[in-house]
């Protein structure tokens, strides 16, 4: 245990320098002023930080919970509990944390922080850049990588628990950074709520492992079980879709049903936590954990597609079907067109072949498949000769943990070939199943230890082959993060516009300018809440062929009193159908073939708009005080 734990800690220690080092190569973070480490943390995370940021300026504990549960400031000029609507607990945690630190430091003078001023190129400005954590970036990053170093430990204690083999614990490790890239995206989102939730499905997954592994229930295994899933569930929405994979974990129905209320009770102590938060009760998860009280082990699925139908969640199942039929409508564009939600690369799956990560996990299920084929047909002769007592269950427990590894990997996968997004939940399974080849259940039949061991080198052997060449090309991604136009947009806002100003635009901009100018925004990149998308819609109606008068209406009722229009919006396209006017030509058939009002509107803004503000990248669009 002592070797295992030392192990866990130097594996954790090497992730959390490894996530580090790649943050720091990739933006030069430690020597950016505050304002370029605001904006390094773009669209969704933008709007996370925003919410740290507020709850460590306000004069107390208690005052930042309130401007963060009554914000005023993201959908106005409506009033929401943001910490409701964005599961926003990790910057609450995390930016109480802070404050306890900070004072604790203050009250003992020790300094926290350590800044200069870092001169910079084409003339501009000299800038002071803070490194410590006493400075609230630098913070609230080392936290998030600290939390996934941990991660890491977690992932060696479980390869060694599930293969039996502390070897097997070394396997997944090593397996994680050769294929790091497809594993996760920590190191270049840390505010995005994967970062704070996926360590806690880890040891969720590992819990449930010796759940399934031992005969006997145990109560505080179950509390752990429940434990992991408020803390997997609390930070991150789409955790819900992740946990429904999980459905019908045991062949035991007394089992299933333990797990049934543990799983149930965190549910509901989420659902209390988020403040009866609404999506939580319309989702595929819960019409699942409804089914599975109805009836565990029987007919599982139809059950709980058929509670689906009394319980759904719009967006996710115009996602689906979007992906399955031809159905297409804006929104759902609006996803499928984006990267991480488009089907999985080609590219990927020839990146798990070249590090054999994706061949050791066909031979590891097809084996798996092959024992528990061999012992349900045990079963079934036993059965016909009544000699049931000649089997030992036990024979099923021993492979029942393994068999929910290969089911979950399936679903996994299944899921990651329709949105990419979802192979940072694949990559990682096949890098833990990996260390299966370590296991004396399932590969006993190679020989000894001296000659399962040999046979487990060669094989790490031909993955460090391309795992090693994957290593050294993230260690080598060296950039230095600037965006000029952007800060100069920021700035002008600043100087120039009234602190109770009320701006629209592109999702990822808003969440800019809500960070770091306080301004009120109409619409935000947190894409999920269905009013949240109405609102959306209408903002972007600026990107499509319609007329610039029933724009500007649409801008007077969300009542904003500047709009940022930026080229790159009216112009990318990411594949044929996918630009902004084309995404629009879907629901605007009267207006197909006109040119893109934002087109027009970047030559001349007038007679309905008036340009206040101009660089190569965005134009601020003032909205006349009539229009009000």
């Known amino acids: 245990p002592v070797y295992i734990f030392l192990t866990a800690v130097l594996a954790g220690l090497l992730h959390w320098a490894h996530l580090t080092n790649l943050f720091e190569n990739d933006k030069h973070f430690s020597h950016l002023s505050s304002i370029e480490k605001e904006m390094a943390f773009r669209t969704e995370m933008g709007l996370y930080y925003s919410y740290f940021k507020i709850f460590i300026n306000a004069p107390s504990f208690l005052h930042g919970l309130h401007l963060i549960m009554n914000d005023r400031f993201s959908e106005y000029p409506l009033v929401i509990n943001a910490l409701k609507r964005f599961n926003l607990y990790p910057e609450v945690f995390l930016g109480s944390l802070f404050r306890i630190y900070t004072g604790i430091m203050d009250f003992f003078g020790i300094p926290t922080k350590a800044c200069w ?25 080392s936290c998030v990588f600290l939390l996934n170093g941990v991660m890491m430990s977690l992932f060696y204690i479980y390869g060694t628990y599930l293969s039996g083999s502390r070897l097997g614990g070394v396997v997944t490790v090593l397996c994680l950074f050769f294929n790091h890239g497809e594993s996760t995206r920590v190191m270049w989102t840390p505010p995005l709520r994967e970062s704070f939730s996926y360590p806690f499905f880890v040891l969720q997954m590992l ?31 789409f955790a819900q879709f992740v946990l429904l994979t999980q459905v019908n974990k045991s062949t035991h129905r007394g089992k299933n049903l333990f797990i049934y209320f543990s799983v149930q009770a965190s549910f509901a102590i989420c659902f209390v936590m988020l403040f009866g938060k609404l999506e939580l009760l319309t989702s595929f998860y819960i019409s699942s954990l409804v089914a599975g009280w109805v009836s565990v082990n029987v007919c599982m699925t139809l059950t709980s597609l058929c509670v689906s139908l009394y319980f759904p969640q719009a ?28 089907f999985i690369e080609l590219e990927t799956l020839l990146g798990y072949v070249k590090t054999l990560i994706l061949p050791v996990n066909i031979v590891i299920v097809a084996i798996i498949s092959g024992k528990v084929r061999h012992i349900i047909l045990d079963f079934d002769i ?83 082959i391309q795992g090693v060449a994957n290593f050294q090309s993230q260690r080598g991604i060296v950039g230095d993060f600037s965006n000029l136009p952007q800060e100069q947009l920021l700035e002008w806002i600043n100087a120039n516009t009234m602190p109770n100003a009320v701006f629209a635009g592109s999702m990822p901009t808003m969440a800019s300018v809500k960070l770091s100018t306080g301004r009120a925004v109409v619409n935000h990149p947190h894409y999920e809440d269905t009013w949240q998308k109405e609102r959306t819609k209408l903002v972007y109606t600026m990107y499509s062929r319609k007329p610039a008068k029933e724009v500007k209406r649409n801008l007077m009722q969300l009542q904003a009193d500047y709009f940022i229009l930026e080229d790159s919006w009216c112009n990318r396209r990411s594949r044929p159908g996918c630009s902004m006017p084309e995404i629009w030509d879907v629901e605007d058939q009267e207006n197909r073939g006109k040119l893109p009002l934002c087109t027009l509107l970047s030559i001349d803004s007038r007679p309905h708009f008036t340009t206040m503000f101009e660089n190569k990248v965005y134009k601020v669009l003032k909205i006349p005080k009539d229009a009000k």
């Open 117 to 141: 001023n870092v001169n910079r190129a084409d003339g501009l400005n000299p800038v002071e850049s803070c490194e410590g954590m006493g400075d609230a970036a630098y913070f609230y990053v």
């Open 315 to 342: 967006h996710i199942g115009n996602l689906i079907r979007s992906k399955l039929t031809n159905y297409k409508d804006f929104h759902t564009l609006m996803y499928t067109c984006a990267a991480e939600f488009d």
């Open 382 to 464: 036993a059965a016909h000769l009544k000699v049931w007592r000649s089997l030992r269950r036990e024979r099923v427990d021993s492979k029942e943990d393994m068999v929910y590894h290969s089911l979950q990997l399936v679903a996994f996968a299944v899921l990651a070939i329709l949105v990419m997004r979802i192979k940072l939940f694949l990559a990682p399974l096949m890098c833990l199943m990996a260390s299966l080849i370590c296991s004396r259940q399932l590969f006993g039949w190679i020989g000894e230890h001296f000659k399962s061991h040999i046979t487990v080198f060669g094989i790490l052997s031909i993955m460090a």
């Open 207 to 237: 819990l449930l492992t010796r759940i399934l592994r031992r005969s006997k229930l145990e109560r505080r295994s179950l509390v752990a079980l429940g434990a992991c899933n408020v803390l997997f569930l609390l930070p991150w929405p």
